[in-house]
């Protein structure tokens, strides 16, 4: 039976969102537009199957095909990245923060993550978030003066606090990182290093930033953003080694870290795994593999310094100055208008876009004083630089006018007019 028979209000709710995400200009730096393939596949029955443990060690029956589906995407993703080890199983990249987490570390121990009101994450050691809770906190940040991460303060900071696990990654830094110089600070005080390059993966793969599988031990990503899959996560080594605490199996054998790290997804963090997300995962990761992936990802990269040069031209205050990648987070103080005002008004121009803290913020996350926007999901779409310098001419036009709902309607009408040409999925 269709949805549409046998429950119209969902039914009803998908359709009105597919029609939001057609009309507007998709700006948030954290979202994409998945293909076809990918949600034919986690669309499917393979959502029936319960597989807890790994391909070809499960603790249930009938498993023969999932376990394909399952090193396929491992395969595939260990191609992606020159990795030799990835467990595909976490449901995001919070759970696979989590999970390695709480296979390295003990509770109380030190971690030093990005500051989240700086451009980090909630997983990397925020009070309100797990690794806040559970480990001991400690955290770098940008210059005031640069807007770059401060790597004298990174370094200070771990000689000083001698952090078992340093984080480096970020949800809303505009630039590429030192991945070197970070595993020199974590070697220097004996900790591990684990990069979350959820943001800038596709970027990563296609070798336009810098590659952290030589330098960081341990490295996780989400795989809807730049990779464009579906909503989930990744736990990958770029170099499988012995645990550095001697942990044995009960054989008395030394741990191999995948084990460690495998047996922190599951039983650890998790139980059954997601296989029709990992089927949907394998398709993303084939397609990434791909040449057009990569024309794909510089485009990207295009179009951010296209809409960050526009931005720049209009008296915009882009931290940093600039971006590498995919993602640009804009003061909006010299505007007169707060992250959330700037929000509601994009929205009801179609634009989406998020309010975003800045670094050394005085509002609260709720009002912020700034905005992240992003170039992921409109180049997806199919647009170039050119779109990007028209978009920014709207977003200018609606931020100067965020209470002239006349305006905001006019802008949409334009922005739903422009969306119309290019195709959300293929
Ligand atoms: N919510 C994601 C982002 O927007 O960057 C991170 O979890």
Redesign the pocket.
């Known amino acids: 039976m269709s949805l549409n028979s046998s429950d119209s209000a969902i039914y009803s709710l998908i359709s009105k969102e597919l029609i939001r995400q057609t009309d507007g200009a998709e700006l948030?730096?954290?979202e994409n537009y998945t293909s076809d393939s990918v949600m034919e596949a986690q669309g499917s029955i393979l959502t029936n199957k319960y597989a807890e443990g790994l391909p070809r060690r499960r603790y249930y029956g009938g498993c023969e095909f999932v376990d394909q589906v399952e090193q396929l995407a491992i395969d595939r993703i260990c191609e992606l990245f020159g990795a030799e080890w990835a467990n595909v199983q976490p449901h995001s990249?919070?759970s696979a923060n989590a999970a390695v987490m709480l296979a390295c570390l003990n509770a109380g121990d030190k971690i030093l993550g990005f500051d989240l009101s700086h451009g980090g994450?909630?997983?990397h050691g925020s009070s309100v978030n797990f690794s806040g809770k559970l480990y001991n906190p400690v955290f770098y940040g940008v210059s005031e003066k640069t807007g770059l991460v401060d790597m004298e303060k990174v370094a200070e900071v771990a000689e000083r606090e001698k952090p078992k696990m340093i984080i480096c990654g970020a949800?809303?830094y505009a630039r590429d990182w030192d991945y070197a110089r970070f595993r020199e600070i974590a070697d220097n005080v004996g900790a591990i290093l684990l990069a979350d390059i959820?943001?800038p993966a596709g970027l990563i793969v296609s070798k336009i930033l810098a590659d952290p599988m030589p330098h960081c031990h341990v490295v996780t990503t989400?795989t809807h953003?730049t990779l464009r899959g579906p909503r989930g996560g990744v736990i990958m080594m770029g170099q499988d080694f012995p645990n550095p605490w001697g942990k044995t199996n009960p054989k008395g054998v030394v741990r191999k870290m995948s084990a460690i790290l495998d047996s922190g997804v599951f039983p650890g963090m998790q139980g059954g795994p997601l296989e029709h997300v990992i089927a949907a995962k394998a398709v993303a990761f084939g397609e990434a593999l791909k040449p057009s992936y990569k024309t794909y990802c510089e485009q990207v990269v295009k179009n951010a310094q296209a809409m960050a040069e526009a931005f720049m031209n209009k008296d915009y205050n882009l931290i940093s100055g600039g971006t590498d990648n995919h993602l640009m987070l804009i003061d909006l103080r010299n505007k007169d208008i707060t992250g959330k005002q700037a929000e509601i008004a994009l929205g009801k121009a179609e634009i989406t876009v998020?309010k975003n803290m800045v670094p050394f913020d005085t509002r609260s996350p709720f009002v912020t004083s700034g905005m992240?926007v992003g170039t992921a999901a409109v180049t997806t779409r199919g647009l170039v630089e050119s779109d990007m310098v028209q978009l920014v001419e709207w977003m200018d036009e609606a931020i100067c006018n965020y209470e002239n709902e006349s305006i905001l309607g006019n802008i949409a009408i334009s922005v739903k007019t422009k969306m119309s040409k290019f195709p959300l999925v293929s």
């Open positions: 948030i730096a954290s990249g919070a994450h909630l997983t949800s809303a959820s943001h989400t953003k998020n992240r």
